[in-house]
T-cell receptor, first 112, second 116 residues
């Protein structure tokens, strides 16, 4: 699977938008971009995924560049409960037996 | 979404004993389950991949005789840490996928193992 690069940490004020970048310059045409987050001492939580088009759900928005070499996860109105480690993962979707490989992620700290 | 549970959520054991951790898919059939380990302030590291009814595939550096994985049914996989030592203390997390949920992966809440 292609590797991803994320900043190790970011800060965000409560109520503001949190924009988390991810570089995946070697992504293949059939690989999706997944975002998970992990709150301290819990299992990873799925946030969103996308292939080419921008995606939005109740948790976040995902903006993928036209060349697909980078993406940005947007939490529109960050709250204290959004403090977590955010992982950007590139993987072929729905391939049986393919594990998700986690990098170091970005530690997002939301403060009041 | 699909739900994956783990039991126990935390366990403390003495050095030299064995510990079994269960991973269950509650509302779908998990044809594949994955076991991860996470040390403090580190990312998740894949330990092994197990398909229902067959032997698990272990990642390089993971001892198969120490970390026994059984995936005997479509809703249950177990990880047994044999002859546990303090260095095995870690956060163990499973994930599951299945054709009934389009092979998307869902993670359990994790099991905190402390070996004294």
């Amino acid at each position: 699977d292609a590797k991803t690069t994320q900043p190790p940490s970011m800060d965000c004020a409560e109520g503001r938008a949190a924009n988390l970048p991810c570089n995946h310059s070697t992504i293949s045409g059939n690989e999706y971009v997944y975002w998970y987050r992990q709150i301290h001492s819990q299992g990873p939580q799925y946030i969103i995924h996308g292939l080419k088009n921008n995606e939005t759900n109740e948790m976040a928005s995902l903006i993928i560049t036209e060349d697909r070499k980078s993406s940005t996860l947007i939490l529109p109105h960050a709250t204290l409960r959004d403090t977590a480690v955010y992982y950007c993962i590139v993987s072929r979707r729905n391939q049986a037996g393919t594990a998700l490989i986690f990098g170091k992620g970005t530690t997002l700290s939301v403060s009041s | 979404g699909a739900v994956v549970s783990q039991h126990p959520s935390r366990v403390i054991c003495k050095s030299g004993t064995s510990v079994k951790i269960e991973c269950r898919s509650l509302d779908f059939q998990a044809t594949t389950m994955f076991w991860y380990r996470q040390f403090p302030k580190k990312s998740l590291m894949l330990m092994a991949t197990s398909n229902e009814g067959s032997k698990a595939t272990y990642e390089q550096g993971v001892e198969k005789d120490k970390f026994l994985i059984n995936h005997a049914s479509l809703t249950l996989s177990t990880l047994t840490v044999t002859s546990a030592h303090p260095e095995d203390s870690s956060f163990y997390i499973c994930s599951a996928s299945g054709t009934s949920i389009h092979n998307e992966q869902f993670f359990g809440p994790g099991t905190r193992l402390t070996v004294l």
